[in-house]
């Protein structure tokens, strides 16, 4: 009977010690899930943070270039009718050199608006981009 008791203790605490190794991976793997998926979530929300910005540039430069191409073919219309009623060769000249310099001006205008758009919008997108990348390497080492 002693003899029994004896084995039973033997092979009792191993299985215990077993058992608590078991739950320390358990507890480890479980903590390790929750971060790796926070840090996925923060990752695809900058990713949509960025794409919100991308997509806004975007639209300002579609509306920017649908209203040069408007200005523009408004200043042709308004060459075309000019010309119509020329009666000189030099009044024609004078026409054209106007007309041009409206389209240069026009041109200049909206392709300083398109830089000034387009780098306000890389700057936003850099800014939400490295609070992203903070946020994520924050967490981590948090987790470390």
Do not use: C, Y
């Given at each position: ?73 408004a200043n042709s219309m308004e060459f075309a009718q000019r010309a119509m009623h020329v ?58």
């Amino acid at each position: 009977m002693v003899k029994s008791t004896i084995h039973k203790q033997n092979t009792e605490e191993p299985r215990q010690m077993a058992n608590i190794g078991v739950d320390w991976a358990r507890h480890v793997t479980e903590e390790s899930i929750q971060r790796t998926a926070s840090m996925i979530d923060r990752g695809i929300t900058t990713i949509g943070r960025a794409a919100d910005f991308f997509d806004k540039q975007s639209s300002e430069v579609r509306d920017r270039s649908l209203l040069m191409a408007k200005e523009t073919i408004a200043n042709s219309m308004e060459f075309a009718q000019r010309a119509m009623h020329v009666r000189e060769p030099q009044e024609l000249l004078q026409l054209q050199s106007e007309f041009l310099s409206k389209q240069a001006q026009t041109l200049a205008e909206h392709s300083r608006h398109f830089g000034q758009s387009i780098a306000q919008g890389m700057h936003q997108m850099g800014n939400v981009t490295s609070l992203g990348l903070r946020e994520a390497s924050r967490a981590a080492s948090e987790a470390a």
